[in-house]
């Protein structure tokens, strides 16, 4: 594709991506916000993340890699 088409193409998306009418739902955006955790619930696969909190261990886990590479 050329340039001139591939500009096109962006400058479509642009517009629709503009001009586009959105309904937004406020309520669920104010409790995501707010940290509602009405129906969010964290996937088995990143629960130890979720539970390993400590910052530390993870800068001391880079500081390995570093010295190691």
């Given at each position: 594709?050329?340039?001139?088409?591939?500009?096109?193409?962006?400058?479509?998306?642009?517009?629709?991506?503009?001009?586009?009418?959105?309904?937004?739902?406020?309520?669920?955006?104010?409790?995501?916000?707010?940290?509602?955790?009405?129906?969010?619930?964290?996937p088995?696969?990143?629960?130890?993340?979720?539970?390993?909190?400590?910052?530390?261990?993870?800068?001391?886990?880079?500081?390995?890699?570093?010295?190691?590479?």
């Amino acid at each position: 594709m050329g340039r001139g088409r591939a500009k096109a193409k962006q400058t479509k998306v642009a517009r629709e991506l503009k001009y586009r009418s959105v309904d937004t739902d406020f309520s669920s955006l104010e409790a995501e916000l707010r940290g509602g955790s009405e129906g969010h619930e964290i996937p088995d696969a990143y629960a130890d993340l979720a539970e390993d909190g400590d910052e530390h261990d993870d800068d001391r886990h880079y500081e390995d890699l570093r010295k190691s590479g």
